[in-house]
């Protein structure tokens, strides 16, 4: 079964302009969420999807959005992005088969450089 | 404020010999806890998970030991291996933030000497 893939593998933008991730989660897997990892601050939890509704979300500003198709593929936005938004983007998905424990399983992310 | 620390950067362990990575959480409301290892440009590959119902959970050489009083837990492996070189990251999720809300420690560096 192939694991979650996320394109692209790298990204440089220039402040100001908007970006777009793009997920597929494992096959069956119905819950996408998305991480950011900088060296300052680690793994944050940005937002999660489940049946094309976002049903949680981090501490993020609005600026960072996403959403979610039927086929459970999930993208993610940034606009008007500043230096600081420079990070490693994760995608991870779980079964969400309706239990309090999930298992998430990550793709290889997104390094996006903001100049 | 980091609900999920690791207070040790890095670590290193002779091959063959016992690697322990140990985890510290301040949230008491976490109910099930993960370790993931990270290799460079790659994303975290899930390791093991031990649920707040159990106080260890073993998968061949991993073994995952919780102390809910001490709100501490450990991620053993016996033995190490050069593979087993990589970061390693505890997690820790709860059915009251979401249970695909992982908080993350900062991971600790993992060095296994041939």
């Known amino acids: 079964k192939a694991g979650v893939t996320q394109t692209p593998r790298y990204l440089i933008k220039t402040r100001g302009q908007q970006v777009t991730l793009s997920c597929s989660p494992i096959?069956?897997?119905?819950?996408v969420s998305w991480y950011q990892q900088t060296p300052g601050q680690g793994l944050q939890f940005l937002f999660e999807?489940?049946?094309?509704?976002?049903?949680n979300k981090g501490n993020f500003p609005g600026r960072f959005s996403g959403r979610q198709f039927s086929n459970s593929r999930s993208e993610m936005n940034v606009s008007t992005l500043e230096l600081g938004d420079s990070a490693l983007y994760l995608c991870?998905?779980?079964?969400?088969?309706?239990?309090?424990?999930?298992?998430?399983?990550f793709g290889p992310g997104t390094r996006l450089l903001v100049l | 404020d980091q609900q999920v620390k690791q207070n040790s950067p890095s670590l290193s362990v002779q091959e063959g010999r016992i690697s322990i990575l140990n985890c510290d959480y301040t949230?008491?409301?976490?109910?099930?806890f993960l370790w993931y290892k990270k290799y460079p440009a790659e994303g975290p590959t899930f390791l093991i998970s031990?649920?707040?119902?159990?106080d260890k959970n073993e998968d061949g050489r991993f073994t995952v030991f919780l102390n809910k009083s001490a709100k501490h837990l450990s991620l053993h492996i016996v033995p190490s291996q050069p593979g087993d070189s990589a970061v390693y990251f505890c997690?820790?999720?709860?059915?009251?933030?979401?249970?695909?809300?992982?908080?993350f420690g900062t991971g600790t560096r993992l060095t296994v000497i041939p």
């Open positions: 991870a998905s779980s079964l969400a088969v309706g239990t309090a424990q999930e298992t998430q399983y």
């Open positions: 096959s069956g897997h119905r819950s």
């Open positions: 999807y489940f049946s094309e509704t976002q049903r």
């Open positions: 949230n008491s409301m976490f109910d099930y």
């Open positions: 031990i649920s707040s119902i159990k």
């Open positions: 997690a820790a999720s709860s059915a009251q933030t979401g249970a695909n809300n992982l908080f």
